[in-house]
């Protein structure tokens, strides 16, 4: 198997602007970035998408996202910050290596709302669902 990109980067075998690292997840630019400060954080080991990735790697992911993002606010002032993981191709993950965006977000930026609006489900679908996700969840 190929070797992936974002392993490359974490390996030290591939270039990067590399903003912070530890011994488990590493913080760097990506090549196409969606704003100014835009980072993605990784864990240095490689897992297909967060649903994989064991909990003691996503509890370390987390705490690097938490602190990369205090770091962003703190060196550019954003009005805000979207934190982004996607997971799946439907879900526009293009890089199979788990991954979170932090990108630094400003009013009246180019990016408008991420979410798009849409119809509210009816009562009936919405506790039909919570209900299918509940069994799903329960031991």
Known sequence: ??????????????PANVIWEDEASLAFFPLRPAAVGHTLVIPKSHYEDLFETPQPTLSSLIQAVTLVGRGLRAALGPDGL??????GEAASQTVFHVHVHVVPRWHGDHFGDIWPPNDAYASEVKDEIAEMVRQTLSP
């Open 1 to 14: 198997m190929e070797e992936c990109d974002f392993c490359s980067i974490a390996s030290g075998r591939a």
């Open 82 to 87: 979207n934190v982004i993981n996607s997971a």
